[in-house]
């Protein structure tokens, strides 16, 4: 403990160190006349591609500029001679293009920058070309090796640079599954700690690819041959890698260790790390490679030690000791600085470096060992330490520190500059500073003189700066601590020296800081609802203020989900991309400052993966899966689904998915109870509060093994089948495909006669779900059973159930059949039962027929259906009520028993009579309108008077009705079929409800509202046309015009004049006429506008056309007259209608 914490010191105090040393240097300015110094150069171990041009970097400063040299393996490179190479300008970078082998260029390249002051050398720069090897082309003999034995197949990897990375695979380029068994080491070895016979189903080819050039090596196919002759015992485990007990490492400070640690045995040992026999802390370790590979990211002086490699199995353990020991190279304690005397000064330059072992120290100046140079009087070397002492201009060298141990070395440049100068502010004058009030502020006064310049600072003319906030650091800058308001204002600097004095003014301005006021928050939310972040400034109104929003330290691009507004930002419908840190950013030209929050979407759970099967049995298996993301919302259960592939005996039944069992969340290898003979293949869904999950890829298929039969046929039943009555059919239900539990399913069907001491009798069927048994008493009863059988045995039998045989047709008829309690629509019918022996089976129910005859009113037609109702023997007597008569009607009826099977025959006929009842509603009711002041009403009588009918009852009332108007009642006698009514004005309307009555009562009603008969301004202006005089003296007109018609013929009759008459027996008028071109037709229809019935109506229809049917050639009238146009006259002798009859001249006619 006590060599950490020493370490610990070490390293803080060499860090300070450097800070300390960067602050005080004072900086030369270039334009000074100043040895050379290297600033940048290649690394030292410096490996390059072939195919591109090699840059070897050497950039260094001075005045005046250096001139640079390069030694190529200790040798000087003449850069001119070689075409190959050239020398960027004012540089001393080499550019190598390569024309012929690239190797020919490596080497140890050092670059040296010379003025006349003095020369800087770079480091040793190692410069390789990569190089992808090739394996040397061989013929790989089959390795042959014993079940259960180790195995460790090489790889050899060519060489580099750099090193290749190896992978082992088959020659179908399929990587070579690794697990506790078989792994592969750091140099690229394949480890077998047991074989398996599977081992020999591939081959192995190791792999190699360089990581510069992508390019890709194989090794040709190695063939292992298992040979399984011995059985493989169980071996306890012993080390392949590192051997023995124990072994030493050496580990380099800063970088990478790797220890490994592979064993045989059988089963495969598992490995386990400790250090110093105590569990490892695992800060900066990971373990790799199934826990083989122990890998220290960068090691540290800590990391040494003793670490154990334990490999255990059943058969025992065995442990191996790694002795790590921590070595370096050199660094640097106190790195060289450059140091600038004026004459007769003195001082001293530091080289003090560390590692592991401790360093050697060299001096070298201008290139040479210290010791081979030209002496100095005024240079003295005190092991790490240059002195100084009275130095003169030829004094002037630049000096190399050289620390080097077994594993590495150190160089660095620093000069001694002498010379005489007035002191030099070099920062920017008059400069204008702004800061935040609060924080530490450094007002930089960069300065250069020899001898060293004596520097002030004050304010506005004060004089110095005094007070514990106010400190100068040796680098000239001003350092202000806990900056005020009143700080604000100018600074002046001051350097002065005994050649002379500079000075530099600085405007300081202190604003007020950024305070934001309301910081976002973490906030949690459901994916696709609404998430906001707050961020509310308050800042120096001076002060130009910006805000960005990042999320995950990347800008935000706002559009349409994501906006923001001046105090806030805000997504909607997120998205699980949309989770991770959010930061308000505030900026101004002198500060920023910002907050941060996180989004934690909730969502449902991410599906499991790697579903495995494993534990099988008949009727179980265990189930294991790697649970999937909850996205932050716990996961309560997981439901196992399934889908099977039943295994008939010829086919593959297939079913969708379907749900299993669920199991608590936190489970996630859980034991399926199954089905045998199933092929299942299963999927699991996670659930949590927010939803279900995607349910997973399906696992593989896995098939139960089968077993005899667990399920009893169901619904087994023995009747009599067919036409026969000496048979019974055994019939049950077959199982379903997930109760076969095997192949070949059949069914063992039992049976023998109750009360009987014959013995069970049975027959096996595999195809058919009923079998029947012949030659059976008529309805004997039977015992029955049914047991399922399969390939693999029998199930269970079922329970003895009771069968009868066949039934046949009943003997005898009910008796004694009467009718009671009749009313208009239902009574109540009784019967005497049959006798048990007439019934030949089971009585099922006794059915009545009946039909209705004829009504009880005279004229009163009715058609005849036979209707039938049946009932349940329910007593010696019974009885049973039939609803759903007619009234006032004539009935018969008869009544048989039934069986299973058959009726039996009919009982003696009955006659009965239903009473009167309420009719139903009257039929065709009708609303006409023949003037405006007046309503007709027509209707017909009910369809079903259901007795005498006594009248009509009609209610009406206007639909405007003020509150407290009654309704109007009007009793109707039976013969009268129509109403008219007087209404108030041409706008009333009306409700009319009519319904017929009998003794008994008023039967269904009939409502219907009068219509609207005219417009608005047809009901203005209207009046009744019959009282209108231009009609009244049409009307007398035509009946004027009709009397000179007869008389005109009556006139040529009794003169004896002659005029064609067409003879209309056989042929009709309009098929013998002549049509002339532009005939028209003219027919007068009369429109039903009187309040006739409608069967008066179609009355009248049916004789004038029974009229006009019947006359012949003698026949005269006015139809004969006006040659068949049809007229059809109303009482008063009016027509009324549409002209589209047919008027012709006949050429024959009125010559």
């Known amino acids: 403990m006590m060599t950490e914490k020493l370490w610990e010191l070490l390293a803080t105090f060499i860090l300070l160190l450097q800070i300390w040393k960067q602050i005080s240097a004072m900086e030369i300015p270039p334009d000074v006349r100043q040895p050379p110094m290297i600033i940048k150069q ?4 410096h490996i390059v591609e072939p195919t591109d041009p090699i840059i070897v970097e050497c950039e260094a400063t001075g005045n005046p500029p250096p001139v640079f040299t390069w030694t190529r393996n200790g040798v000087y490179l003449n850069v001119a001679r070689d075409p190959q190479v050239t020398m960027k300008r004012r540089s001393g970078t080499l550019e190598i293009f390569f024309w012929g082998r690239p190797e020919d260029y490596e080497g140890v390249y050092q670059c040296t920058a010379t003025n006349e002051f003095g020369s800087a050398l770079s480091s040793h720069i190692h410069l390789r070309v990569s190089k992808a090897r090739t394996w040397l082309k061989e013929y790989l003999e089959p390795v042959s090796v014993f079940v259960g034995l ?16 190896t992978y082992w695979m088959n020659s179908s380029m399929v990587p070579i599954r690794q697990d506790r068994r078989v792994s592969m080491a750091g140099n690229g070895d394949l480890y077998f700690s047991s074989v398996i016979a599977d081992d020999a189903l591939t081959n192995y080819v190791c792999t190699a690819r360089f990581p510069n050039s992508n390019i890709i090596q194989q090794k040709p196919p190695l063939i292992l041959q298992v040979h399984t002759a011995r059985m493989a015992a169980q071996i306890a485990p012993k080390f392949l890698k590192p051997k023995g007990t124990a072994s030493t490492q050496i580990a380099m400070l800063g970088e990478e260790l790797t220890l490994e640690c592979f064993a045989s045995g059988v089963p495969a040992p598992t490995i386990k790390w400790t250090k110093y026999w105590e569990s490892l802390s695992m800060e900066g370790m990971k373990l790799e490679n199934f826990n083989k590979t122990l890998r220290i990211k960068k090691i540290s002086m800590f990391d040494g030690g003793d670490y154990i490699c334990t490999a255990t199995n059943r058969m025992g353990s065995v442990d191996h000791i790694i002795t790590v020991k921590v070595k370096s190279t050199p660094f640097w304690v106190e790195k060289p600085q450059s140091l600038i005397l004026s004459r007769d000064d003195g001082g001293q330059i530091v080289c003090h470096a560390d590692g592991i072992p401790k360093p050697q120290i060299r001096w070298l100046v201008n290139g040479e060992p210290i010791e081979d140079a030209p002496k100095s009087p005024s240079r003295q070397v005190s092991g790490d330490t240059l002195i100084f002492r009275a130095v003169v201009p030829d004094s002037t060298a630049v000096f190399q520190c050289n620390a080097s141990n077994d594993y590495g070395y ?15 502010l070099l920062g920017i004058r008059d400069d204008l500073i702004k800061v935040i009030e609060g924080t530490r502020t450094l007002l930089h006064c960069p300065y250069f003189g020899s001898p060293k310049p004596d520097l002030r600072w004050s304010k506005g003319g004060m004089g110095l700066l005094e007070g514990s906030r106010y400190s100068i650091l040796s680098n000239g800058t001003l350092e202000i601590k806990h900056t005020k308001l009143q700080d604000q204002g100018t600074y002046l600097c001051v350097a002065s020296n005994v050649i002379g004095r500079d000075e530099m003014e600085t405007q300081l301005e202190v604003k007020e800081p950024i305070k934001i006021i309301h910081a976002p928050h973490n906030v949690i939310v459901v994916k696709g609802s609404l998430a906001q972040f707050d961020c509310k400034i308050q800042s120096d109104p001076t002060l130009e203020v910006k805000v960005t929003w990042l999320k995950d330290n990347k800008f935000l691009i706002f559009g349409r989900r994501m906006t923001k507004n001046e105090d806030s930002m805000s997504i909607v419908d997120v998205y699980r991309r949309d989770e991770g840190i959010y930061t308000c950013r505030v900026k101004t ?33 265990r189930l294991t899966w790697v649970p999937g993301l909850s996205n932050h919302s716990p996961i309560k259960e997981y439901l196992v689904q399934y889908t099977e592939d039943l295994l008939a005996d010829y086919w593959l039944v297939a079913s969708g998915w379907k749900n299993l069992t669920s199991y608590p969340g936190h489970l996630n290898s859980v034991v399926l109870q199954l089905m045998p003979f199933v092929e299942y293949q299963f999927r699991v869904v996670a659930i949590n509060e927010i939803g279900s999950s995607k349910p997973s890829k399906p696992s593989e298929y896995y098939e139960t093994g089968g077993a005899v039969p667990d399920a009893i046929p169901r619904n087994i039943k023995g009747v009599g089948t067919g036409v026969f009555i000496n048979n019974m059919e055994i019939s049950w239900e077959p199982l379903e495909y997930r109760e076969w539990n095997g192949p070949k399913l059949g069914y063992m069907v039992w049976w023998r006669r109750r009360d009987s001491r014959e013995e069970w009798k049975n027959y096996t069927t595999y195809w058919w779900c009923s079998y029947i048994v012949y030659e059976t008493d008529t309805f004997t009863p039977y015992e029955i059973k049914v047991q399922a059988v399969n390939y693999f045995g029998l199930g269970p039998e079922s329970p003895v159930i009771i069968g009868y045989s066949g039934e046949d047709r009943p003997t005898a008829a009910p008796t004694d059949l009467h009718v009671s309690d009749v009313e208009s629509t239902k009574l109540t019918v009784h019967w005497q039962p049959v006798s048990q022996d007439s019934i030949m089976g089971e009585i099922k129910e006794y059915t009545v027929y009946y039909w209705r005859e004829s009504s009880r009113l005279p004229h009163h037609s009715v058609t005849t259906r036979i209707k039938s109702k049946s009932f349940k023997a329910n007593g010696p007597r019974l009885t049973g009520t039939l609803t759903g008569l007619i009234p006032y009607s004539n009935y018969k009826m008869y009544i048989v028993v039934a069986n299973n099977r058959y009726e039996g025959p009919p009982s003696d006929r009955i006659e009965f009579q239903t009473l009167e009842g309420v009719p139903s509603v009257p039929r065709a009711f009708r609303i006409m309108h023949k003037h405006y002041d007046t309503i007709y009403l027509d209707w017909e009588e009910p369809a079903e008077p259901n007795g005498i009918l006594t009248g009509y009852i009609l209610k009406y009332q206007t639909l405007n009705v003020s509150a407290g108007e009654r309704m109007l009642v009007e009793e109707i006698p039976p013969n009268t079929t129509q109403f008219s009514l007087r209404r108030f004005d041409r706008y009333t309307r009306y409700k009319f409800s009519l319904a017929a009555q009998t003794q008994v009562g008023v039967g269904e009603t009939f409502t219907e509202e009068s219509p609207h008969f005219t417009t608005e301004e047809y009901s203005r202006e209207q009046v009744d046309i019959v009282t209108q005089g231009w009609f009244i003296g049409l009307m007398c007109a035509i009946a004027l015009f009709v009397l000179i018609m007869l008389t005109v013929f009556f006139i040529k009759k009794t003169r004896g004049g002659k005029y064609p008459v067409r003879d209309k027996r056989n042929f009709a008028l309009d098929s013998m006429d002549e049509k002339d071109e532009g005939s028209f037709e003219y027919r007068i229809t009369r429109a039903p506008t009187l309040p006739y019935s409608r069967r008066e109506e179609e009355s009248r229809q049916g004789r004038s056309q029974g009229h006009m049917q019947k006359k012949t050639n003698s026949d005269d009238s006015l139809m004969e007259y006006t040659e068949g146009d049809e007229i059809e006259f109303n009482e008063d002798g009016s027509f009324i209608g549409e002209y589209t009859g047919t008027s012709k001249r006949d050429r024959d006619t009125f010559a």
């Open 42 to 45: 290649s690394v030292q171990d």
């Open 150 to 165: 180790p195995l460790i197949l090489p790889c050899n990897p060519p060489v580099g640079p750099p090193k290749p990375q």
């Open 410 to 424: 150190i160089l660095a440049n620093a000069f001694l500059a002498v010379m005489d100068m007035k002191p030099r």
């Open 589 to 621: 030209e002198v500060e920023e400052i910002s907050a941060s929050a996180k989004l934690t979407v909730m969502d449902r759970p991410d599906p499991p993966t790697d579903l495995e099967v494993s534990d099988p049995s008949e009727r179980s298996a």
